[in-house]
DNA sequence: AATGAATGAGAATTCATTCAT
DNA sequence: GATGAATGAATTCTCATTCAT
């Protein structure tokens, strides 16, 4: 006879102090699963997931993880209380979910817009500015990855990791075409460069839209100049302080 | 973008029937008076402050403020539930003066290790290194502030805006000296080595810690050394990329 | 840095289909501590838990342990939902405690109605007539331990092998003394006693209550005659069947 | 005593708007129609609803009614979840057809193991046999009428007194036969003799599986000789302990 | 006949805060 | 000053049942 009970129980722990390391079936942005039935979704059923995944993003951004609840989220999408559970197996779930969706997005914004330049600056440049202007469009973005330690650490690692990747490769193509200073360490850069956009990008997008209650569609120019001044000299390399030389 | 939360309710305050919000003279680090009493605390009630404090750093690193409890707070630190309340309003409250406490030292670990300098970029490296060290001490600092935005954002705020004010001031005395680029601006470029400094001392020592077991005590020296290099291209003056000049 | 965070989080896990073992520093019905502190219980503690019990026994008896909610106890109990989780861990848990606490009281029960008996069958008869009486007065034994199987198999276990144990020991010492045929197995005989009278019980006093709306206070002599014939015939020995002989 | 259960609200069945709990023309093992269109199933639904209760069967077994849910069951019978409710009108009613069926199955079990034996002794140890036979192979019969009791407390009873009416009218025959003690009342000493088979069965077969984790496919030899001992003193008359005449 | 997405009432459990001792 | 029992609102998650396809 075999076991009815499922082998395991993965269900949700109420008190569970350090949550556990995230199903490596997961469902993926591309290949979602019912948690229900374990089967692929259904037309119908994926609509039903963005939706939540939608309103997820607005609870979250608006209120944060905690103070955000399955129901607010539920009650945004339109959809049903239970109707939750049949795409998400916990509120750990969605935002993983989410945090993954997003960056999936912000990654996609930046290559787009580093797209066509000619030399590193330029391409950062362009990266900074798909970065932002997803910022200005996606607040969840940072309030959401910046609560993610507690929630989810192995999630915040994805999301710093994948985007220092793409930074790393392109540093290091870089450095090949000697567009940049060769002797700089392209991973620490690539991790310098991420917390320098993450904090410019909250100071002078996030801050700067709550203040005004208007949100700014993208960064002030003189601001994304100064930091490009910054960063041509951090790079170093033939395009560096050229009126300096 | 209409409001998820309900009217007001500023943040994390369950059930307060009765007695208003306003903080009656907002304790700070150094002169604390007991919200019970609305006096200034005896010696042996600073004491107990102090044990309370250094409970909630303990208590908030290892499991988030709010996985955190505070009966976990009160039973780490040796007292009663009760007598958490004659000395904090909320748990809140203990989280800013926590946040507030740790900017405090961490500021005056900076400026001790920057002491001495003789330029600004020996200035940066014994700034970073003492945030660092002060980072591998008290990991609670980096957890606490990045889920200090949704618990009480003006603390947050008032955390950065500490440091970046010295980072500033110290490189405009700098470029009046000429130690560095005087085409920079000072505000930007606070705000970048502060992200930078953020998410190295994240990857490299607080990342490293969770994958080793051990607590390094300060970051490798090829990382600062690499980071280093980078903020000196990005300040510019006579110190840098020697072999350029 | 010892952890914070408990060892292995013991607490409630919502889908769980068969219940883990009760915990062997669980608190008996003599010394019960508290879960929430670990420490023993005050006096005003022994008399809330005591209130939680009882009103426990009247919910579980009148609505079976699904059907019953604390909340449901707790308002029986006249005290507040939370107060439920500082004496007991789940409703498993007070579930098992009234187990315990009913099984000692049925035995106690028993042995003071046997108590003066000249002979095997004169105990057997005041053993019943104790555990009727009990069963009449507190019907939650009955409905309580047949939901037990899956509730908490091991506690149902306990509460039949407890008695049969003083059953067993019984018929062993009557074989002793002669008193009852000695070619008898006694554990077996145990067990055949226990679930006759249970059943019995079930059949003319919990069953003959809900038909008649009142509660009768004890079996009809009658049926305790003819029980007392059947039994006293399978014991065999010189009581048996005077007349026949 | 007052009610502790809000006004009338039988037994478990949650949330009812509309339709009167009136059954329409109680289906019966033999003879049974659709809840959906009222008409007698076809051939091919027939086959489906004895899957849905052998799979209920196996599902109630193994996890118990409360435990069970109907997307198991329905997962387990290969059929979906929808399909369920072409063929019983509620979870409740499921488990009162499988009641119903088991008990069906277990008389005719003991009959014909019955069947054969030339006084009421043989006639006993053949139908405990029967009875304990079924039990083996069926733990369902036990696990869930021992929770009928707070599901569907009439079922429970029927399931009792259909087999305590073939008893008596055995007990009967043979006090007519002068087969065992006429003096004997035949409806109380069925109501033992199922007791004491309920008990033994358990105790000897079910726990015994549960402990070996192999499944016992009958009753140890000497535990049904032990137990055809007490009971053979029991009813007394020609074959009763032998060594005394 | 069969399907399975959607529903929402209900349950257990947590924890910041109060207040009588 | 200190204590810790009591409170109850709020949260996550489950599952029997419905109904459009």
Do not use: C
Request: hydrophobic share 40%; glycine share 8%; net charge negative.
């Amino acid at each position: 006879m075999t076991s009815i009970s499922e082998p395991a129980q993965p269900t949700g722990d109420p008190a569970q102090p350090t949550p556990p390391t995230s199903d490596p079936a997961q469902p993926t942005a591309d290949d979602p699963i019912s948690p229900a039935t374990g089967r692929p979704l259904t037309k119908r059923g994926l609509a039903t997931r963005r939706r939540l995944l939608e309103a997820a993003e607005d609870v979250f951004a608006e209120l944060g993880y905690h103070e955000a609840s399955i129901v607010k989220v539920t009650e945004h999408a339109g959809v049903a209380l239970g109707t939750f559970y049949l795409y998400f197996d916990s509120k750990q779930s969605i935002f993983e979910a989410l945090v993954i969706d997003l960056n999936d997005r912000v990654r996609q914004s930046m290559s787009e817009a580093m797209a066509g330049a000619t030399n590193r600056i330029e391409a950062e440049r362009g990266g900074f500015e798909g970065f932002f202007r997803f910022t200005a469009k996606h607040p969840a973005l940072y309030r959401v990855v910046r609560e993610a330690e507690f929630v989810s650490p192995e999630t915040m690692r994805l999301h710093y990791e994948r985007i220092v990747e793409g930074y790393t490769a392109g540093l290091q193509a870089a450095q090949s075409a000697g567009d940049i200073d060769t002797t700089l360490d392209p991973e620490v850069a690539a991790w310098a460069l991420m917390g320098l956009g993450e904090l410019i990008g909250m100071r002078y997008i996030l801050w700067e839209r709550d203040a005004s209650g208007t949100a700014p569609d993208r960064i002030a120019p003189h601001v994304l100049d100064a930091m490009m001044q910054f960063i041509g000299g951090a790079l170093g390399g033939p395009h560096t302080r050229k009126g300096a030389e």
